[in-house]
Nanobody, 125 residues
Framework: QVQLVESGGGLVQAGGSLRLSCAASGLTFSTYFMGWFRQAPGKEREFVAGVSGSGVSTYYADSVKGRFTISRDNAKNTVSLQTNSLKPEDTAVYYC??????????????????WGQGTQVTVSS
């Protein structure tokens, strides 16, 4: 049974930082492309960042480029998202997700087979 469990969310002031983590189990982790998505109230879930199975290739939404960094540790089956210079508009539930289908865009939600339950990030102004 595949499980993805996020942690690290919380309340932070604008300009602050949080490090989100996602622990994976029940899958051959290094074969999965991992992504982080977020969903704000009343909005669709959107792609934030992604990392290839090897960790060599990373991808970011324009809105977070230069502020967020995705990384993975295949020995520990974890993927992390370092969020810096947080803004109130970054407030959302953040989800990690896993896919083995490398066809199509990395930002396509439907390509991800497994999802975590999410962790809340709230940025106050």
């Amino acid at each position: 049974q595949v499980q993805l469990v996020e942690s690290g969310g919380g309340l932070v002031q604008a300009g602050g930082s949080l490090r989100l983590s996602c622990a994976a189990s029940g899958l051959t982790f290094s074969t999965y492309f991992m992504g982080w998505f977020r969903q704000a109230p009343g909005k669709e879930r959107e792609f934030v960042a992604g990392v290839s199975g090897s960790g060599v290739s990373t991808y970011y939404a324009d809105s977070v480029k230069g502020r967020f960094t995705i990384s993975r540790d295949n020995a520990k089956n974890t993927v992390s998202l370092q969020t810096n210079s947080l803004k109130p508009e970054d407030t959302a539930v953040y989800y990690c997700a896993a896919r083995t289908d490398y066809s199509g865009s990395y930002s396509q939600r439907g390509k991800y087979a497994y999802w975590g339950q999410g962790t809340q990030v709230t940025v106050s102004s």
